[in-house]
């Protein structure tokens, strides 16, 4: 029988959902790692074309049965998920892609400076949005490929943010994955990672590693710094 899971409230089930949705809408055979332990319960996805992971996590009312740890279809997971009794059944577990081997660290994550205010972080995605917009339609027809539109995206979504080495491409995923929502008053740590020691800050980029991560109180968007290995196709698979 498949485990069932109590989300803290109703709000916890439906921003798992949202996110869930999310993912599904850039892939419909999307598949998610849960990883759950004490109180909560890490749902880690890999939105196509971001070249990121994204990591949330949800309060549970109690700890799960067991410990889990294992991949499951996104989909399936999300038309479990019951947001009135705040409940959802964990589905049977599946092969993954190769991504769900290789996760962010859990601990070692330091704090870094430079990252613009939300707002000014948003302004960027916007603006980098409309630009790709503005030269794709001024492309000639003849040149509206799609080797011609992934260039422009690919340099436009390489810049960094601020005065750090994060790629605008993680602010853009964690924007279209609702992460840089505006915080509800009572909202928590819920969108951090499992021991990643959450701050206070609404907003933060922490490092580990090779790793970078920009975490918010909905979530958290994780990928390689550049010049390693290249986003994510470089990793070598480890189970964390």
Do not use: C, K
Not at 141 to 162: P, Y
Not at 213 to 235: I, K, Q, W
Request: hydrophobic letters at 45%.
């Amino acid at each position: 029988m498949n485990e069932q899971l109590r989300f803290a409230d109703s709000g916890e089930a439906a921003d798992l959902a949202a996110f869930l949705g999310r993912l599904v809408h850039y892939d419909r055979a999307a598949a998610v790692r849960l990883q759950a332990g004490g109180g909560a319960l890490a749902v880690f996805g890999r939105p196509p074309s971001f070249e990121v992971l994204a990591v949330r996590t949800v309060r549970l009312a109690r700890p799960a049965a067991a410990p889990l740890d294992l991949t499951v279809s996104a989909g399936e997971f999300l038309e479990s998920v019951d947001e009135a009794p705040a409940e959802a059944t964990v589905p049977g577990a599946v092969t993954g892609p190769p991504w769900t081997g290789v996760l962010p660290p859990r601990g070692g994550w330091s704090r870094l400076p430079g990252l613009p205010a939300p707002g000014a972080i948003g302004a960027a995605v916007a603006a980098a949005v409309a630009e790709f917009r503005a030269r794709d339609e001024a492309l000639p027809a003849q040149h509206r490929t799609r080797s011609q539109r992934d260039r422009i995206g690919r340099e436009i979504w390489s810049r960094t943010l601020g005065d750090t080495d994060l790629p605008l491409r993680v602010a853009h995923a964690a924007q279209s994955l609702g992460f840089l929502r505006p915080v509800r008053a009572a909202v928590t740590a819920a969108g951090t990672a499992p021991g990643s020691g959450a701050g206070a800050e609404p907003v933060a980029l922490l490092s580990a590693g090779s790793w970078l991560r920009l975490r918010t109180p909905y979530g958290s968007v994780a990928t390689r710094r550049p010049g390693v290995g290249g986003g994510l196709g470089a990793l070598q698979v480890r189970p964390v």
